[in-house]
């Protein structure tokens, strides 16, 4: 910490954002550090940096604030996660670009053309499905995507694809992980008799809805609410804690260490 | 509906509270009626109710405000629960008799003094559970509790010691249910890497952690929180949900029916 | 409540909610029955409800779920509630019509035609408020609207315009009422320095901000965030609140009394 | 921070916690460091920080996590804040101790001899107050007090009494402010028809309720909560709000600036 910030006071850097996290047990270190590029010579710095670095053994990584992360969205029939973000994305919540739709459905054509977004369905069926992931990932690199955001995106990516994205794909799942893994969680909790619903961004591992969990959020429920009470109140909740991951993964606030995350927020 | 609210005007029934739940899907009604006692003729109303309930097949049960329940504690090391409850109770919050603490240490015995409360403390080991079991039923039995509360009772009860009380044995579990269920949920959630904890109050059937959730609630963590601060957190929530649940039992707003509570606040 | 039910129960009536509320201080008492309409000779008991509301001196109202209400939606500039709403309206979430769209500036023009609703741009001004206020009533009796949601409609209404559409114009507010009343509550909220901010939805009275409060919501906020984290996680609350009065509202939940609501959910 | 952690490193400081923030409005930066003292030459590092701290126009202070802070408790009536904090002290989970409780009652006193603190029962009057402050303040002097927490403390203090402790008394207020400032806000909330509580934690200023604002936490009610309803659920706010404030300010955890904290947990 003393020789970064020194370092990064010999450059003259106005910082505007300045956070640390110490994981004692772990005996690691982490620190997120924002700061002005006016009147900063960024060559030289990352000169000095990189030797730095390398002296202290760190790993890092620099991003540019200017610089907007191209996200690709992937979702299927329901289309409340994606409507929102492209949303939030239009109003200028989300610092980036959305170069992409890809689905297996049709349905969300019309709001990726009002969007003015190219969209693109490829049918997914146990007997393509290398051929479609295929074609996925050829489109996802051709519009050089930095993240995938599965938007109620309802197949499961095979481990390959997986492999290629290493904590570039976030999902969101629709009950407080890690209860209610797997196929129709809302039936699940309505079954167990739950008095609180929640839903869980994270980035995808090849483990099913156990990968780094990003946020969650929750809201109460009761004996009164049926099964399709909860998938609708669960949509506010699917909603919020989707865009809030995506938000920050775009802010650079998220760390991954082991299998979780930190949120420099 | 009618017949029942027709009755309790016919004899004049001053109402207080109606509150009714219809679970469609099982073609069930429930239904819970409070009035006051002020001019009314209970004798008469019971033997035409009584009728009335027969003809139309109900399950039903009538419970009077002005008795209190007899609640008996059981509690191990752990005594925030029990200090909340007791508190609650000499407040006036909980309208309940505690007519003794059950306990398998003696760390409690001081604040049960301090409240005036009979304290037994029956060591429980793999050899004698059978014996001390026997030893809590009895007392149980003595003083003809209506309910028992697990405030953080860290033994697991016999299976026939729970069929012996049926939808009377309440327990909090310290975490937010059907997540992290058995033993040290809070570390379990801690390695998981999860953004918000909980707490379940439920009662107690013979398959651990699984009976009928009666109140749940949560709590916001992030990444600086390590397991301690979880647990401390989380005893906040464990008083909270227990002690709803002891309320809402005493004051007859719990009915259970499948695995499930409506509750009738 | 014995004779409306046993009215209900006299008419064959298959209900399907019944929920009651009473409130001992004012001495008055609230049900709302829903019932389902196969088999059920509606004309019959409406002649037979009518006089036993005369004899029991009640006020009361009975809806058609079948029947759609039809919402005015009147918006500025700000479009992320009534964007949210239209969504959810289209996906069914929201059992209404909206037949028009009503704006003092044209910057949601787009998402209406989207949406396939008619926009009518009306600009309003200090000198011009009159005659903007008699084309917007105009036009909301033009199609038969049976409310008015101010999906952050940022200008004040007369007195006469509230006066006619009692109890049928919801308003957002973006604080929890009753603090931060009046223009811009963020930026009092965070000169404040409150930990939690709120939004409130609510039936618009001639008094500013102080209607029946129909639901708030509100979120932990820190002293990391600036008022513009403060107004974008508003934003957040305000969809929330405002959706969910306009569908409690639309499927009749709402009953006013006093300067309060009840929610039968 | 470059200099700080720089000159920290070079004493060989091993940090346990670090944490910023930036106020770029008011052009302020904070910064809260923790690290232990396993051989640490505490001298030298004190008289090199104070050179350093005189350089930079620092304002900062140094606390010892070893040395426990000594806190007033002042009562009135109602205890179940009291009885909550004694009860995390006893515990461990405040870490500080409590020398005395003062109270214009005497209904606290059997829960102090529980604990085993002094207890102070001096009645307040519109004629005695400035005789029962004096007392008071000579109380709290005698015991060497760095802090006074209003449990649930109902006469307001002088400006004098506030004068002489800034930034040093913690009071609760049982509304969520601004909302319901001043008496019965329990009762203010009921009549205004809101759908959520609160209770909020501050610093006293010399403007009744106007204080720094240390935590706020809110429960959803609804028509069916009378006035004594919102009372009950509201203690547990106190209680919550409350003690997260104490335990913050006796870590050493807030810093306050013009009207407002920073909470660094």
Redesign the interface.
């Known amino acids: 910490?003393?020789?970064i910030?020194?370092l990064?006071?010999?450059h003259s850097a106005n910082?505007?954002?300045?956070?640390?996290?110490?994981d004692?047990?772990e005996g690691l270190f982490f620190m997120r550090l924002e700061w002005s590029l006016e009147n900063f010579d960024m060559a030289a710095f990352e000169r000095a940096f990189a030797e730095l670095a390398r002296g202290l053994k760190l790993r890092w990584r620099m991003q540019l604030s200017a610089r907007r992360m191209k996200v690709a969205m992937m979702v299927s029939r329901y289309?409340?996660c994606l409507?929102?973000l492209l949303?939030r994305q239009q109003?200028g919540?989300l610092h980036c670009d959305i170069p992409l739709i890809l689905s297996n459905h049709r349905d969300a054509e019309k709001l990726a053309a009002?969007h003015g977004i190219p969209f693109y369905a490829i049918p997914v069926t146990q007997e393509n499905r290398a051929q479609a992931e295929a074609e996925q990932i050829r489109l996802i690199g051709e519009h050089a995507c930095d993240l995938i955001v599965l938007a109620r995106y309802m197949q499961v990516l095979s481990p390959g694809f997986v492999a290629r994205f290493p904590q570039r794909i976030i999902n969101v799942h629709h009950s407080?992980?890690?209860?209610?893994t797997g196929a129709r969680p809302y039936h699940a909790a309505f079954s167990?008799?739950?008095?609180?619903i929640?839903a869980t961004s994270h980035y995808v591992t090849d483990v099913l809805d156990e990968g780094?969990?990003?946020?969650?959020?929750?809201m109460?429920v009761?004996?009164?609410d049926?099964t399709e009470n909860l998938i609708?109140k669960g949509?506010?909740l699917e909603r919020?804690v989707l865009s809030r991951a995506v938000k920050w993964h775009t802010e650079g606030r998220i760390l991954c260490y082991?299998?979780?995350?930190?949120?420099f927020?």
Chains 1, 2, 3, 4 share one sequence.
């Open positions: 910490m003393a020789k910030s020194g990064l006071y010999s910082i505007i954002h300045a956070d640390q996290h110490l004692r047990d289309q409340h409507a929102d949303h109003t919540e009002f407080f992980l890690p209860a209610f167990r008799g739950v008095k609180i929640g780094p969990i990003i946020d969650q959020d929750v109460r009761s004996h009164r049926q609708e949509r506010d919020m082991g299998n979780k995350t930190v949120i927020d």
